[in-house]
């Protein structure tokens, strides 16, 4: 009875010709090679002052901290880290000597003074070829902001930490 046996013996595949045995290589590389392509680089990089592309990421970061601010509030950037084509910044806003900022005379001043800012900035950036652009920011957020730019920008979850 066939139910009886608890497998069923085959027999042998035959011995591929030496053609085949090429073909299967060739098949395995390649898909080998596709896989490793799509999944290069699983987890964040950071990226510190004295690397390469830190100029490049840190300007395009900081381009609406300039513009809101001018020469009045500055950040420091702690943490940049890079996943494929995204970068994550998160920084200080600071006094140009240090310390925290005055936004007296910003846009951002009734804000600041009612107390619903931090002195946090966030930045995701997306790099086109040799250039970073900036796909989202968030000035002094008075709450995780960058928690939904993973779906709303397709961002990978691990750039952020989660």
């Keep these: 009875m066939r139910g009886d046996a608890p497998w069923t013996a085959r027999a042998a595949a035959p011995d591929p010709t030496p053609m085949h045995r090429t073909l299967l290589a060739a098949l395995i590389l390649a898909s080998g090679a596709a896989m490793t392509t799509s999944f290069a680089q699983s987890a964040p990089v950071a990226l510190l002052p004295a690397d390469p592309g830190y100029p490049a990421v840190s300007q395009a970061a900081l381009a609406p901290v300039r513009e809101a601010f001018g020469d009045a509030v500055g950040a420091r950037i ?3 880290d890079v996943l494929g084509p995204w970068a994550f910044v998160q920084g200080q806003l600071q006094a140009p000597a240090g310390g925290r900022p005055d936004y007296a005379g910003t846009a951002y001043a009734e804000r600041a003074a009612q107390g619903g800012m931090s002195d946090l ?6 790099r086109d070829g040799d250039d970073w652009t900036l796909v989202d920011h968030a000035i002094g957020p008075g709450d995780v902001v960058w928690l939904a730019w ?3 920008h397709a961002a990978p979850r691990q750039l952020f930490g989660f």
């Design 78 to 80: 702690e943490r940049l």
């Design 121 to 126: 900035y966030v930045a995701l950036l997306r």
């Design 150 to 152: 993973p779906d709303e």
